[in-house]
C-alpha cells in the first residue's frame, strides 16, 4: 500500500474581506450620544486602517440592553445579512458590546462558524477565525452576564418601589399618549382616534368591524405601522389607561438570562393608581364599554368557544358575522343584517361547510407550499439583500448623528468653562436635539422601507406551520388559530381567507352549504 502525501497549495486570496463592525451603546452610559458617534467615527477610520478590508455598513444600536438580542434591530439586520452573504467578517469592541448572555452569544457565534462569518472583538483579542472560541468566549460572557444581571437587578428593585408608591409611569406610552419630562399628556390626534374606537364599540360595531373602518379610511397606527387588527382594538377597549387610571405591572422581566417579557397571571404583585394621568374618555364611557364586553363574553373566551367568532366578517358592512341555529343547523350570518343595523345584502353561511372550505384550503396550501410560500419568501429575502438608497441614506445620517454628538460635546465644554451663557447653550443644545430626533425617525423610516422583518417571519412561520401539516377529513381548529387572520364571506358561492404573513386564498362553498335566503 502507498500513501502519497498531497500539501495543498494555498492561492492568494485577491478579493478584499467585507467587514462589518458592531456597535452598541448600553442604556446605563452617562454619555450615550457622544459615545455612539464616537464609535460610529472609530470604526469608520478602522476601515480606513485596514485597505485589506472593505466596509460594509455600520451596524450600531443605540440605548438598548445586551442581556437580549431580540430587541436589537441593527445586530438582526447584521445577522441577516450575514446569511445572505453579504459579510466576510465582523469586528466589535468587546464581547459585552455583542452579548451578555453567554447562551445566546455561542448560538450566535456558533452559527456564524457554520457560514463563514468571523468575529474578532477587539479588547479581548479573540478572533473566532484563529481560536477555540468554545473555551475563550465562554470566560468574558459569563463576567459580562453577571455584571448584566447586577445591574438589572437594582433596576427591577428601584421600578418596584416605584410602583409601589404609585410614581413609576413607564417608558413605553399607550397609543392616545406622549411623554413629556416623565409624565404621560395627551396626543391629541392619536387621542381622536380612541374615542372615535369606543364611541363605535358602543353603537355596537365589533373589533374586527371597527378595524375595516380604520383600515379603508386610512388611519396610521404608531411607528409608521399601516394597518390595525383586532387584538390592538381590544388592547384599547380594556385598557384602563383611557379613563386616567394606572393597572402597574402587567407584565414582569424574569430575573434570570435570558430574560424574558412575561404576563403577569398573578406571579408578581400589580398596584392599581387612579387619577394617575389625564383621561382621553370619561369613566363613564369606558366602564359601559367594559359591561358591554362582558355581556358578549371576552375576545378570548369566544374565540374559545366557536373559533369562527370575530373573524368572519362581511364583505359589504364590515360588521362581524354571529351564530345562529336554525332547525338544529348552525350557520353563520352577518350582524348588521341580523339585528337590522345594515341594509347589507349579503347571506348566511352554514358553518360546518366553512370548516369543509378551510380543509380543503390547508390541502392545497400544503401541496403548494414549496411553490407558493417558498418562492414569496425567497423573493422578499432577495429584495432585502440588495443595497438600496435606504442604506446609503442610513450611512449619511449615521454620519450626521456622529457630527451632531461631536457638536453636542464641544458646546457643553464650552459652557462648562464660561465661553457660552446659559440662554446661548440651551437654544444651541435644543436645536441639535429636534436635528438628533428627525435623524432618527428618518432612520427608522429607512431601514422599514428595507425591510419587512414582521412579514418575512410571519410567512417562515406559515411555511412551518404547513410543512408539519398531516391532511386529515375533520376540522383542524388548531391549525385554523394559528394561521387564520379573518374570513370574508364573498357572496354565497364562495370564502376568502387571510392567513398571517397577509396571504389570501378564496375557496368556494359547497352547493349543500349556500342559503339562498337570509
Known amino acids: 500500500m502507498y500513501i502519497t502525501d498531497i500539501t495543498p497549495t494555498l492561492q492568494k486570496k485577491t478579493e478584499k474581506i467585507r467587514l462589518a463592525p458592531y456597535c452598541r451603546v448600553s442604556s446605563d452610559s452617562a454619555d450615550q450620544l457622544h459615545s455612539f458617534a464616537a464609535q460610529i467615527r472609530y470604526y469608520s477610520e478602522y476601515a480606513k486602517r485596514h485597505p485589506e478590508c472593505e466596509l460594509v455598513d455600520i451596524y450600531a444600536d443605540e440605548g438598548i440592553t445586551g442581556t437580549d438580542m431580540s430587541r436589537r434591530d441593527e445586530l438582526h439586520r447584521l445577522l441577516r445579512d450575514c446569511k445572505l452573504g453579504k459579510v466576510d467578517r465582523i469586528v466589535c469592541k468587546t464581547v459585552a458590546r455583542f452579548a451578555r448572555n453567554t447562551e445566546e452569544l455561542l448560538t450566535t457565534l456558533r452559527m456564524l462558524k457554520e457560514i463563514g462569518v468571523s468575529v474578532y472583538f477587539e479588547e479581548q483579542g479573540i478572533d473566532t477565525d484563529k481560536l477555540n472560541m468554545e473555551m475563550i468566549v465562554t470566560f468574558p460572557g459569563m463576567a459580562a452576564q453577571q455584571e448584566s444581571e447586577t445591574i438589572s437587578g437594582n433596576v427591577r428593585w428601584s421600578i418596584q418601589k416605584r410602583m409601589q408608591t404609585g410614581e413609576y409611569v413607564g417608558t413605553y406610552p399607550a397609543y392616545g399618549y406622549r411623554m413629556k419630562d416623565g409624565k404621560l399628556e395627551i396626543n391629541e390626534e392619536e387621542a381622536e382616534v380612541v374615542r372615535r374606537i369606543f364611541a363605535l364599540y358602543l353603537k355596537g360595531y365589533g373589533a374586527q368591524a371597527i378595524t375595516t373602518i380604520l383600515n379603508k379610511d386610512g388611519i396610521p397606527r404608531r411607528n409608521g405601522q399601516s394597518r390595525w387588527y383586532s387584538k390592538s382594538l381590544m388592547y384599547i377597549l380594556t385598557n384602563e389607561r383611557y379613563m386616567g387610571d394606572a393597572l402597574l405591572q402587567k407584565k414582569y422581566r424574569t430575573e434570570t438570562l435570558p430574560h424574558r417579557t412575561m404576563r403577569n397571571d398573578g406571579k408578581k404583585a400589580q398596584y392599581y393608581v387612579e387619577n394617575s394621568n389625564p383621561p382621553i374618555i370619561s369613566r363613564e364611557m369606558f366602564e359601559a ?25 362581511c364583505p359589504e358592512c364590515g360588521m362581524r358575522f354571529r351564530r345562529q341555529i336554525i332547525d338544529g343547523v348552525t350557520y353563520w350570518i352577518c350582524n348588521g343584517r341580523a339585528s337590522g343595523a345594515s341594509q347589507c345584502q349579503s347571506r348566511r353561511v352554514r358553518e360546518d361547510m366553512v370548516y369543509d372550505a378551510f380543509m380543503s384550503m390547508a390541502d392545497k396550501l400544503a401541496d403548494n407550499r414549496k411553490y407558493l410560500l417558498g418562492t414569496l419568501i425567497g ?22 448623528l456622529a457630527d451632531l454628538g461631536a457638536r453636542n460635546l464641544v458646546i457643553a465644554r464650552l459652557h462648562t468653562s464660561g465661553v457660552l451663557n446659559a440662554t446661548d447653550y440651551s437654544t444651541q443644545t435644543a436645536e441639535i436635539g429636534n436635528k438628533i430626533t428627525e435623524l432618527r425617525i428618518e432612520r427608522r423610516k429607512k431601514l422599514s422601507e428595507d425591510e419587512d422583518d414582521e412579514l418575512l417571519d410571519d410567512l417562515r412561520s406559515l411555511d412551518e406551520i404547513m410543512s408539519e401539516y398531516i391532511p386529515t377529513s375533520t376540522f383542524n381548529e388548531e391549525l385554523f388559530g394559528q394561521i387564520v387572520e379573518s374570513i370574508t364571506v364573498d357572496d354565497s358561492t364562495q370564502i376568502t381567507f387571510k392567513l398571517i404573513g397577509g396571504i389570501e386564498l378564496t375557496e368556494p362553498i359547497n352547493e349543500k352549504g349556500r342559503c339562498k335566503t337570509a
Do not use: C, H, N, W
Open 289 to 313: 364599554a367594559q359591561a358591554l364586553l362582558k355581556s358578549k363574553g371576552s375576545f378570548d373566551r369566544q374565540r374559545k368557544r366557536f373559533p369562527l367568532t370575530s373573524i368572519m366578517v
Open 379 to 400: 423573493q422578499i429575502e432577495l429584495l432585502q439583500s440588495k443595497t438600496s438608497k435606504s442604506q446609503e441614506r442610513i450611512r449619511e445620517i449615521d454620519k450626521e
